[in-house]
């Protein structure tokens, strides 16, 4: 199984237009982060989580030639704006309808942006065509390959919590989240990667904050963690040599296996 982090940054990207970063090396390509999103793939599928503004950058950037499966984790427009993107994976495929999951305000936040997309079919020849689903606890995608999910606590909405299983394997993708307990945190355990929102040393509200995902890995203990939408205060080289052992920030084009 294989991660790519097509996306590691916040709602406007690292950086911010018109801020100076005292501690941000910008010389440090792994430092310019486009909005958080990955693309799995395990058993020959192809699984797309969130599209952001620069959804179509990113394909370009990664190789990434063929979609699935979509999944929203949740409708704020830094995982959902680059959506109409998805007009060219809906071409390639035969049925030209690209299967779309999520939670409840992510299908509202989908019919709002593009109604054109919803439908049985696509309205014009090359248009995006997305069927929804409410995503379900387990999607089997192979014998061998699933998708869990879980609700998590993101500020005043849910997002989704998505534990990729495949083969003895377990990579958990928890982005856009303030905790991780009950459900969330039993899912999460064990996991070869676990990959956790770690928003800025100071707390927010709807996010986690850096010591947050840090105590959460204490707790779960996976073998590995990776770190992601991730604000300008967080240099990746100042930050990298005071983490944990088998603690890494993840940086846009990032792949990891398990
Ligand atoms: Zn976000
Ligand atoms: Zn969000």
């Keep these: ?14 950086p911010l237009i018109g801020m100076v970063y005292p501690g941000l090396d910008l010389k440090n390509p792994k430092n310019w982060r ?10 020959g599928k192809h699984i797309q989580v969130d599209a952001g503004p620069e959804f179509r950058l990113q394909c370009l950037k990664n190789g990434i030639e063929w979609i ?3 999944i929203l984790t949740h409708g704020h427009t830094d995982h959902i704006a ?14 030209n ?21 919803v439908g ?29 999910s879980v609700s998590l606590p993101h500020g005043p909405v849910q997002t989704l919590g998505l534990i990729f299983e495949h083969s003895g394997k377990k990579i958990v993708y928890y982005t856009d989240c303030h905790e991780v307990v009950g459900k969330a945190a039993d899912l999460a355990r064990n996991a ?3 990959v956790l929102d770690f928003l800025r040393p100071r707390p927010h509200p709807s996010h986690l ?27 990746q080289q100042t930050w990298q040599e005071k983490l944990p052992e088998n603690c890494y920030l993840a940086y846009d084009g990032l792949v990891v296996k398990a």
Aim: hydrophobic share 35%.
């Design 1 to 14: 199984m294989k991660i790519t982090f097509l996306g590691t940054g916040t709602s406007q990207g690292v």
């Design 34 to 43: 486009t909005r958080s999103s990955v693309h799995v793939e395990a058993d």
């Design 68 to 70: 699935d499966i979509f």
């Design 82 to 95: 680059g959506m109409d993107d998805l007009r060219r994976f809906c071409d390639r495929m035969p049925s």
């Design 97 to 117: 309808i690209m299967p779309v999951y999520s939670n409840e305000y992510g299908i509202e936040r989908i019919k709002a942006m593009f109604p054109y997309a």
């Design 120 to 148: 049985a079919r696509p309205t014009q020849p090359g248009y995006p065509c997305f069927r929804t689903a409410l995503m379900p606890d387990e999607l089997q995608v192979t014998p061998d390959f699933k998708i869990k």
């Design 192 to 194: 070869d990667v676990l």
């Design 209 to 235: 904050s850096t010591q947050s995902a840090l105590e959460i890995v204490d707790r779960l203990k996976p073998a590995r963690a990776y770190f992601t939408h991730m604000t300008g205060e967080i240099d």
